[in-house]
């Protein structure tokens, strides 16, 4: 008897805990839905929408925190095109590469996958403005 409760008591156990798993798409992958879309042209408009939201307000013509302007296609032109360890300035710096400045800075979250993605493309098909 003993024994039958104990075994009764662990399979109970087994069946809530697996019951409490989150394996919905959502939860496994949240930004699977989120319709991010690079296989286009990406348009200088794209990557200055995410260069405003995340990185002017310190790289600005008046606050150009470590002299790095991005106001504007021909300030991040330069840094799309100029290239350190054969890697474009602006790709090291928002994939946070080795020997490059990570962008935005610590303790700030990197970018999302997406916003780097667009900019990655943007570079890839010559940076070109609108």
């Known amino acids: ?4 409760a104990i075994l009764f008591s662990t399979l109970l156990i087994m069946i809530l805990i697996s019951t409490c798993y989150y394996d919905s ?3 496994l992958f949240p930004n699977i839905n989120n319709q991010c879309d690079t296989s286009g042209t990406i348009l200088f408009s794209s990557v200055d929408s ?4 995340n990185c002017i307000s310190c790289h600005n013509v008046s606050s150009a925190s470590g002299g790095v302007n991005l106001d504007g296609y021909a300030n991040v032109y330069a840094y ?3 290239l350190r360890n054969n890697t474009p300035i602006l790709q090291g ?7 490059f400045s990570p962008m935005p800075a610590p303790p700030s979250p990197a970018l999302d996958e997406c916003s780097i993605r667009k900019i990655e493309m943007w570079i890839e098909q010559g940076a070109q403005h609108n």
């Open 50 to 53: 995410v260069l405003q939201n």
């Open 93 to 99: 710096v928002i994939r946070r590469m080795s020997g």
């Open 25 to 27: 798409q959502e939860y």
């Open 1 to 4: 008897m003993k024994i039958t």
């Open 80 to 82: 799309a095109t100029t």
